[in-house]
């Protein structure tokens, strides 16, 4: 037996009054299409789980969304049906911007089925990242500190992107020389930039 959740119902309450339609639309479209789904709320949005999750809608100012978790799969064509925004089928505005009940309720059987057989959701695709380039005035500090040039040489390659990304981000020549002074004191140390988040 299926499972509703009370959060998602104080989600739908307080959205917008043009999602309020489109969130109560999906809901029971997924709830009739799967009668045991389960409601939860994932990355503060309601989420739809049934062997592992289905599908998630949200509500934003002016458009509300919906996303399957397995869209390549279920939707093909790379998973999008509507332009380039959070979910699978664009900016929605009204219940005519979803696909009919029908072939709404046939993405979320195929969802399920998915699920139920153990299929994983591909992995997107990453393009490969810039080399990194080390500035000048920063590569002159490191050469006259050992210890933190030492720390650095050995840090994986994204604690030195982020330390990079974080110098060159400075607007003002004032802002780099400061960021420049206290990387080398935290490497040094052989902390990574962001040292101070990761025992939360």
Not at 5 to 9: E, I, L, T
Not at 51 to 57: F, I, P
Not at 117 to 120: D, I, N, Q
């Given at each position: 037996m299926g499972k509703k959740?009370?959060?998602?119902?104080e989600y739908i309450a307080?959205?917008?009054?043009?999602?309020k339609?489109?969130?109560?639309?999906?809901?029971?479209?997924v709830?009739?299409a799967?009668p045991?789904?389960v409601?939860t709320l994932k990355?503060?949005?309601?989420a739809?789980?049934h062997?592992?999750?289905?599908?998630?809608?949200a509500a934003?100012k002016?458009h509300?969304?919906l996303?399957?978790w397995?869209?390549?799969?279920i939707?093909?064509?790379g998973g999008?049906?509507g332009?380039?925004?959070?979910?699978?089928?664009?900016?929605l505005k009204?219940v005519d911007d979803?696909?009919?009940?029908?072939?709404?309720?046939?993405?979320?059987?195929?969802?399920?089925a998915?699920n139920e057989?153990?299929?994983?959701a591909p992995?997107?695709?990453r393009?490969?990242k810039?080399p990194?380039?080390v500035?000048?005035d920063?590569?002159?500090?490191?050469?006259k500190?050992k210890?933190?040039?030492?720390?650095?040489a050995a840090?994986?390659?994204s604690?030195?992107?982020e330390?990079?990304e974080?110098?060159?981000?400075a607007?003002?020549a004032?802002?780099?020389?400061r960021?420049?002074?206290?990387?080398?004191a935290?490497?040094a140390e052989g902390?990574s930039?962001?040292?101070?988040?990761?025992?939360?």
């Open positions: 959740d009370p959060r998602v119902d307080k959205s917008a009054d043009f999602a339609p489109i969130l109560r639309h999906v809901r029971a479209v709830h009739g799967c045991d789904v409601e990355w503060r949005a309601p739809f789980e062997a592992g999750l289905l599908c998630q809608m934003f002016e509300a969304t996303g399957f397995k869209a390549a799969l939707l093909g064509d999008q049906k332009g380039a925004s959070w979910g699978n089928f664009g900016r009204s979803l696909p009919a009940k029908k072939v709404l309720v046939g993405y979320v059987k195929r969802a399920v998915l057989s153990g299929v994983k992995r997107a695709m393009s490969p810039k990194l380039r500035p000048a920063f590569t002159a500090a490191l050469a500190a210890r933190a040039r030492e720390h650095f840090f994986s390659p604690h030195r992107r330390y990079v974080w110098i060159t981000e607007k003002q004032a802002t780099r020389e960021r420049i002074a206290q990387a080398l935290w490497i902390k930039r962001n040292w101070k988040y990761e025992k939360c």
